[in-house]
């Protein structure tokens, strides 16, 4: 008997969707590997200000955080570039391919070219601030890819899927590659010269990246795919009037950006190292335990991630957001209550207790990662249904937008860790992993590594509540938005003709 084949999404709803070839979406997404890449070597850049420039410790954290403030003001003023300007063969290689000559140039001329030449503070932070512009070029251009390449729901989720394998892997490479290759070479001692070979060889691999990158889109990076819904598209301008307009009337975009930094709050919080000293050193009793269980969770995390592309394929971002958290929130209960019930010092004397505990751990990072696969689909889906709502198509300024809320939010982190950690007796020294164990540090600790996650997720459960981009009314989004397009191109010989 005959197999009867399955149906396509456009074949299930009725509509004509735009879909990317599976090599177009992992190629295109090599921009976040390339990205992942420099963000390995601004991990290194407290190193090089102080034996390259000079500069205290102290006053480098601080740059390095007051630059974030001009990151934040830069991201929606280049999205409002980007979404205003066309070009005959499209905008995204242009800005993608700048972008990242911008951000190398920078990047050479701090850990190459003017290292350890006498250039201070000054130089240093004028050089960073071209490079903050530069990164912002691509990181923006990169992730409107996406949306531009499918709008098919149930392949839309696996562009995160191939974004999340690079933001996950590509930085754990780097990272080895520095420590283990170039470290030993240069006596382990963090050098001008080693930070100048590691910055060359990460420089040259990101171009490989970013070749590909824009091979991969160079078939979707069309003007044509770029266009407003409107009567004059060639016309058609992006003003701050349109992003006001976003944030201020797009409901669904306004619940995505509550559910996205209360997450990312958590998140950042729970990734600082003094956390983490507190959870693996001190309470567990094993510093080192917190990075290896990073590596090990990497691979059932992205199985969690092809199974939640899945997942969200056929039930839509909001279903898989809400399942996904829901699961997330109960597994971080279960788990906070099992730290509570037991004595933590005595998990890893245990099997049991340890098979119990890295059970549910590793369960609770792979359900997380299926809220982030939701979360990049979910964005994709307000970018079309702004197009529905006000005729404009602006993934750049909404990609912006939300990452301005990303790093506020991720600035506040560190404060938010260190404050609480002074609330419990750390006001002078930082805590170390030889610490003795204390109810308060118990107590505070599970209420940052679990307690301020399950927050988050609470805030997300009830921004979802009134979130309407269902799969049934993305599958209207979209068919609106095809016959408008249709009733457009209609048009366009009419309107030609004298």
């Known amino acids: 008997m005959a197999r009867t084949p399955k149906q396509t999404a456009s074949e299930a709803d009725g509509v004509t969707y735009r879909r990317a070839r599976t090599w177009e979406i992992a190629f295109s997404q090599m921009n976040n590997g390339s990205a992942m890449i420099f963000y390995t070597l601004v991990g290194l850049m407290s190193y090089l200000q102080n034996a390259g420039y000079g500069i205290a410790v102290a006053v480098a954290g601080v740059i390095l955080t007051v630059t974030r403030v001009f990151d934040g003001v830069i991201d929606p003023v280049l999205a409002l570039i980007i979404?205003?300007?066309?070009?005959?063969?499209?905008?995204?290689?242009?800005?993608?391919?700048?972008?990242?000559?911008?951000?190398?140039?920078?990047?050479?001329?701090?850990?190459?070219?003017?290292?350890?030449?006498?250039?201070?503070?000054?130089?240093?932070?004028?050089?960073?601030?071209?490079?903050?512009?530069?990164?912002?070029?691509?990181?923006?251009?990169?992730?409107?890819?996406?949306?531009?390449?499918?709008?098919?729901?149930?392949?839309?989720?696996?562009?995160?899927?191939?974004?999340?394998?690079?933001?996950?892997?590509?930085?754990?490479?780097?990272?080895?590659?520095?420590?283990?290759?170039?470290?030993?070479?240069?006596?382990?001692?963090?050098?001008?010269?080693?930070?100048?070979?590691?910055?060359?060889?990460?420089?040259?691999c990101s171009f490989v990246f970013q070749v590909l990158a824009c091979v991969g889109v160079s078939r979707i990076d069309r003007p044509e795919n770029f266009a407003h819904l409107s009567d004059e598209r060639a016309k058609a301008d992006v003003s701050v009037r349109d992003m006001w307009n976003l944030l201020a009337h797009n409901g669904p975009f306004q619940r995505y950006l509550i559910s996205g930094a209360s997450d990312k709050l958590a998140q950042v919080v729970r990734s600082q190292a003094v956390i983490a000293t507190l959870m693996w050193g001190i309470l567990l009793g094993n510093m080192q335990l917190g990075s290896v269980l990073s590596m090990v969770a990497i691979l059932p995390g992205i199985v969690f991630a092809i199974f939640g592309a899945r997942y969200n394929g056929k039930h839509g971002s909001k279903a898989a957001t809400v399942t996904w958290t829901w699961i997330c929130l109960v597994l971080a209960a279960l788990l906070t209550m099992f730290c509570l019930m037991v004595d933590m010092g005595s998990i890893l004397g245990s099997l049991p207790l340890a098979i119990v505990f890295f059970a549910v751990y590793l369960l609770l990072n792979g359900a997380s990662m299926v809220v982030t696969v939701a979360s990049g689909a979910m964005r994709a889906d307000i970018i079309d249904y702004e197009l529905d709502r006000s005729g404009k198509y602006?993934?750049?300024?909404?990609?912006?937008?939300?990452?301005?809320?990303?790093?506020?939010?991720?600035?506040?982190?560190?404060?938010?860790?260190?404050?609480?950690?002074?609330?419990?007796?750390?006001?002078?020294?930082?805590?170390?992993?030889?610490?003795?164990?204390?109810?308060?540090?118990?107590?505070?600790?599970?209420?940052?590594?679990?307690?301020?996650?399950?927050?988050?997720?609470?805030?997300?459960?009830?921004?979802?509540?009134?979130?309407?981009?269902?799969?049934?009314?993305?599958?209207?989004?979209?068919?609106?938005?095809?016959?408008?397009?249709?009733?457009?191109?209609?048009?366009?010989?009419?309107?030609?003709?004298?």
């Open 83 to 204: 979404d205003k300007v066309t070009f005959p063969f499209g905008k995204l290689r242009f800005f993608m391919l700048g972008g990242w000559l911008v951000r190398s140039l920078a990047i050479l001329l701090l850990f190459v070219w003017a290292s350890d030449t006498g250039l201070g503070a000054g130089f240093f932070v004028a050089v960073y601030v071209v490079y903050i512009v530069g990164s912002s070029m691509n990181d923006i251009a990169g992730q409107m890819s996406g949306p531009v390449l499918t709008n098919d729901p149930r392949q839309r989720p696996t562009v995160q899927v191939w974004a999340t394998v690079y933001s996950y892997f590509v930085p754990a490479i780097f990272s080895i590659v520095s420590t283990v290759v170039f470290l030993p070479r240069h006596g382990n001692q963090f050098t001008v010269e080693m930070l100048s070979e590691t910055a060359v060889t990460y420089v040259a």
């Open 394 to 498: 602006l993934p750049a300024t909404v990609t912006a937008t939300y990452n301005v809320v990303d790093q506020v939010i991720s600035s506040l982190g560190a404060t938010l860790a260190l404050g609480a950690v002074a609330l419990i007796g750390f006001t002078s020294v930082m805590p170390q992993p030889t610490d003795a164990p204390t109810t308060p540090i118990l107590l505070m600790t599970l209420l940052l590594f679990f307690g301020l996650p399950i927050l988050g997720w609470v805030c997300t459960l009830l921004a979802m509540r009134g979130y309407r981009l269902t799969r049934t009314e993305m599958i209207e989004v979209q068919r609106r938005v095809a016959d408008r397009k249709a009733a457009l191109q209609a048009a366009e010989p009419a309107t030609a003709t004298p």
